[in-house]
């Protein structure tokens, strides 16, 4: 007897899903990354996407999550790690030289790229918001070395903070642009020269 269920079917792999959707928004971004574009990656029917992950907006949230803990942790496992923010600082720069030409994925960084030109007020406040908590941490990390003296006192903390993040969203483009791996380790040598 034939019980007519509706839905995705047994097979469906959300996590499979999870990873072919966050190709997609990495390689296009967020708003050019049609729901067409999706199913048509994931291999599913938009009903079944939208029964699966509710709309766009909440599969994006979910990739960005997956995103984050995949490729974007390294930041703050190195700021937990290392013994100072220069030594985290350089640890990340040259770290993120790696996973941003990393050739088992598209380049760069998702959580800058998928920004670029989105219409979207709230994925854009979203990305911006993490961006932002990453340059938190950067600045707590570089003010608690100023007050153990291992760095200058008069050091700007929350400049060198958003230098650090500069250097890394213009080595994730630069790395969209076809810059390599090597190219981007020259950058992360330059950049640490302007540490005090």
């Known amino acids: 007897m034939v019980t007519g269920q509706r839905g995705r079917p047994r097979s469906f792999d959300r996590d499979a899903a999870l990873d072919k959707a966050m190709t997609a928004f990495w390689e296009r971004g967020y708003e050019a990354t049609?729901?067409?574009?999706?199913?048509?990656?994931?291999?599913?029917?938009?009903?079944?996407?939208?029964?699966?992950?509710?709309?766009?907006?909440?599969?994006?949230?979910?990739?960005v999550a997956v995103y984050a803990s995949r490729y974007g942790d390294f930041a703050g496992v190195a700021l937990a790690e290392e013994p100072t923010a220069r030594a985290a600082v350089e640890r990340i720069l040259r770290e993120a030289a790696e996973v941003y030409t990393d050739p088992a994925h598209p380049p760069g960084c998702m959580v800058i790229s998928a920004?670029?030109?989105?219409?979207?007020?709230?994925?854009?406040?979203?990305?911006?918001?993490?961006?932002?908590?990453?340059?938190?941490?950067?600045?707590?990390?570089?003010?608690?070395?100023?007050?153990?003296?291992?760095?200058?006192?008069?050091?700007?903390?929350?400049?060198?903070?958003?230098?650090?993040?500069?250097?890394?969203?213009?080595?994730?483009?630069?790395?969209?642009?076809?810059?390599?791996?090597?190219?981007?380790?020259?950058?992360?040598?330059?950049?640490?020269?302007?540490?005090p």
């Open 34 to 63: 049609s729901i067409s574009d999706l199913t048509a990656s994931i291999g599913i029917s938009a009903p079944s996407l939208y029964a699966a992950f509710g709309d766009k907006r909440k599969l994006f949230d979910e990739v």
């Open 115 to 195: 920004a670029i030109n989105t219409t979207s007020e709230e994925v854009a406040r979203a990305l911006r918001m993490r961006r932002n908590a990453g340059l938190e941490l950067f600045e707590r990390r570089i003010r608690a070395d100023v007050a153990t003296g291992a760095l200058p006192p008069d050091t700007d903390a929350r400049a060198l903070a958003r230098y650090a993040g500069a250097v890394l969203q213009g080595m994730s483009q630069q790395s969209r642009d076809g810059a390599t791996r090597e190219e981007l380790e020259a950058v992360a040598e330059r950049a640490l020269l302007a540490w």
